[in-house]
């Protein structure tokens, strides 16, 4: 009879130290997507295929760091649930 929690446990350090750390990368790049969009719509308010193009970036840089919110979310729910069987 194998120890169901053996799967939690052989999972947690790749969660920990490959996916946690990629997660978080990925976050920041989004962040600073985000960032660069509203420099770009500051720095450059009288063009308006700046503003544009800064608008694109603040919204992708947004979706991004939901995605990768959301990701974290469901590896953590998935990783906690099978720790406990």
Excluded: C, Q
Excluded at 8 to 25: E, K, Q, W, Y
């Amino acid at each position: 009879m194998s120890d169901p929690s053996a799967f939690g446990r052989i999972i947690d350090p790749i969660i920990t130290h490959i996916v946690n750390p990629v997660i978080t990368l990925m976050f920041g790049i989004g962040l600073i997507v985000f960032a660069y969009g509203i420099f770009e719509m500051v720095w450059k308010g009288g063009d308006p295929s700046a503003r544009t193009t800064g608008r694109y970036h603040m919204l992708g840089g947004l979706v991004g760091m939901f995605i990768m919110l959301s990701a974290w979310g469901l590896i953590y729910l998935v990783s906690n649930t099978v720790k406990t069987f």
